[in-house]
C-alpha cells in the first residue's frame, strides 16, 4: 500500500463504474486520505422489533493507514438520561460497548472474531467518507458486476471481506451491501444481509462526499432501517 496521491492511470482496468466513480469525486492529484474527523446528528432505533428511536449526536474518528475508526455517541433514552455508545474497529480488534449515563454498561462487545469482522465492515461501507481508500493503490480489490455496481475487497490481517458498491446516475456510491452481518435480535446474534445508503454529496477538501447516510437490515419482513444520520462537520488530514 503506498501513493500520496490519486494518479487517473491508477484507475485504469477498473470496472466502467469504478472509474466513473473516481473521476467523478475525485481530482487528479487528489492527496490521499490519512485521517478523518466527522461530527453528526441523526436517529437511531433501539428496538430488534418495533420502532424506538432515539436521538444522538456522534463524534467519529477514522484512520486508512491501517483501517480503524471510532464512534463515540451519545443517545437520548429520556429527558435526563442519556446513553453512551462507543463503537470501534482498532489494530483488527472489534469494540461495541453500551453504557447508561456512560457508567452503567449495558452492553459490550470485543474481540478479533465476528465482532472484528462487523465493525471492519462498517469501516469499509463508510468509505464514501474518504474515498481514496478505495483505490487501488490502498489495497482494495475490485470485480465487474454489472453497469451499476460492482464487488471491492479488503484485507486486514486475518480479515477480508467484501461488499457490493452499487452508482447512481450521478456516478455516485449509492449503496454498500453485505450479504451477512450480525444483527442483535432477541439477546441473540443472527446474520443478516445489510445495507449502508449514501447521499447528499457536497464538495469538500477538493472530494465529493455524502453528509447524509443510512443503515439498514435486510431481513425475511423486509428492509429495516435502524440507523440515518447527517454530517455536520468533517475534517480530513493527509498523506504527506
Known sequence: VGSTGYDPSDIEGLPAPVQRYFRTVLRAGQPIVSAVTLDMTGRFNLSTTGERWSAFTARQK????RPGFLWDAQMNLLPGLSVQVV??????QGWLHAAVLGL???ADQRGSGRIAGDEFMRYFAEAAWYPTALLPSQGVRWTAVDETSARASITDGPITLSLLFTFNA?????SAHAEA?????GGTVVMLPWEGRWSNYQRCHGMLLPLKGEAAWLGSTGRRPYFTGNVTSLACEFER
Open 170 to 174: 450521478e456516478g455516485l456510491i449509492e
Open 87 to 92: 463503537d470501534s474497529f482498532i489494530a483488527g
Open 62 to 65: 477514522v484512520c486508512t493507514r
Open 181 to 185: 452481518r450480525g444483527a442483535a435480535v
Open 104 to 106: 452503567f454498561t449495558v
